[in-house]
């Protein structure tokens, strides 16, 4: 038995499909991260010049990391990492947008500064911008990888294939999960716990949509639930807490889950001679 194993383990060493590890992947985004977020960094640049190098060095790093991930052999990955560098300006552009929700959604958060050090929901959105990016560019496998990897720091599971708006505020985060077909407008505030997930898990249905879209301007708080390629949840609607919902609502709607609460006073309080 023990000779079989070690055999079977030798034969998918051989068929397994080639991909930097995780480290080297997850590596890369978090130095370009740390380039465009110096807060996040104990390196200070002395000029410009020093910015644009290291920029230069990421771009021809992706190329690497592209050319060993052998999911895509016959692509061109130069004129790839290429374009995700053209079109970084606007993915800092969009992040900003995110910062500025959670600093202004979030009383808590004194400055701008803070939320980039310090916000789990910032943190996750930036690797999923990039993640994104990457997955609109067809970039097999390092998109995920890097959305796992920001899943596994912050407990906030978002698919690459998402498609989120501008000024997306995430409060506290942990245990989000949203889906790879999910559609999500700009200024939409989303807590802890909420699902955007399909109603039904079936392979043929990896080119449908299979996720909720979430339009402009929609609250959603802690534990909700919301399930179903065909849900959309109408501009300024607002979702309470542990709702769970498998139909559309209309615009400027509060939808909320209404559970019955018995308090028993002084039950284990003696009473006193």
């Excluded at 109603?199 to 909720?212: E, F």
């Amino acid at each position: 038995m023990k000779e079989e194993l070690i055999k079977n383990i030798f034969l998918k060493q051989q068929q397994k499909e080639q991909v930097p590890s995780n480290e080297v992947i997850s590596d890369w985004a978090s130095r370009l991260i740390c380039v465009l977020y110096p807060e996040l960094s104990y390196f200070t640049y002395q000029s410009p010049e020093g910015i644009k190098d290291d920029f230069i060095k990421l771009e021809k790093e992706l190329v690497r990391i592209l050319d060993a991930t052998k999911a895509c052999t016959d692509c061109n990955h130069e004129a790839v990492s290429a374009q995700f560098f053209q079109e970084l300006p606007e993915l800092y552009r969009v992040l900003n947008t995110d910062i500025n929700a959670i600093h202004q959604g979030d009383p808590a958060a004194r400055t701008e500064f803070e939320v980039i050090r310090a916000y789990p929901g910032f943190y996750a959105l930036s690797f999923f911008r990039i993640a994104h990016a990457l997955h609109q560019l067809d970039v097999p496998l390092v998109p995920r990888i890097l959305t796992e990897f920001a899943h596994s720091k912050t407990g906030i599971d978002i698919h690459p294939g998402a498609r989120i708006g501008e000024y997306f505020m995430i409060d506290h985060g942990t245990g989000i999960v949203i889906g790879e077909t999910s559609i999500i407008g700009e200024h939409v505030k989303m807590y802890q716990g909420v699902t955007l997930g399909a109603l039904s898990i079936s392979k043929n249905m990896v080119k449908i949509k299979r996720h909720p879209t979430i339009e402009d301007n929609v609250v959603i708080y802690s534990g909700a639930t919301i399930l179903g390629g065909d849900t959309l949840i109408g501009e300024g609607s607002v979702i309470g807490g542990n709702v769970w919902l498998t139909q559309s609502v209309p615009p400027g709607s509060l939808v909320y889950h209404s559970p019955e609460i018995t308090v028993v006073e002084s039950k284990f309080i003696k009473n006193k001679v």
